[in-house]
Nanobody, 123 residues
């Protein structure tokens, strides 16, 4: 079983950067796909932002973040990172780390979510 804890959110101005961290204990054994999802408003569904295959390091990104965000993993510490650059106000939202669906990597594997970490980008 994978236990996920997100951190690193905060408030920045447009154009700024943030680095999110996901402490993902057990993911190297139990998860073959992991990544970041966000919900931009309470009434909106969560969307896949960036995910990575734990074995091959293959990365997937939502079109809206390509070229600005980068996902990475440190298997030794079982941590997954999301470097977010050139942030825009529309990047604001609650960001969640979760297992992704291996056959559709920008979709979550289940409907189980942690507390998330809030990102707020002001214009």
């Amino acid at each position: 079983q994978v236990h996920l804890v997100e951190s690193g959110g905060g408030s920045v101005q447009a154009g700024g950067s943030l680095r999110l961290s996901c402490a993902a204990s057990g993911y190297t054994y139990f998860a073959n796909c992991i990544g970041w999802f966000r919900r931009q408003a309470p009434e909106k569904e969560r969307e896949g932002v960036a995910t990575i295959y734990s074995d091959s390091n293959r990365e997937y990104y939502a079109d809206s973040v390509k070229g600005r965000f980068a996902i990475s993993q440190d298997k030794a510490t079982e941590t997954v990172f999301l470097q977010m650059n050139s942030l825009k106000p529309e990047d604001s939202g609650m960001y969640y780390c979760a297992e992704c669906n291996y056959w559709s990597p920008l979709r979550p594997r289940s409907n189980s979510w942690g507390h998330g970490t809030q990102v707020t980008v002001s214009s």
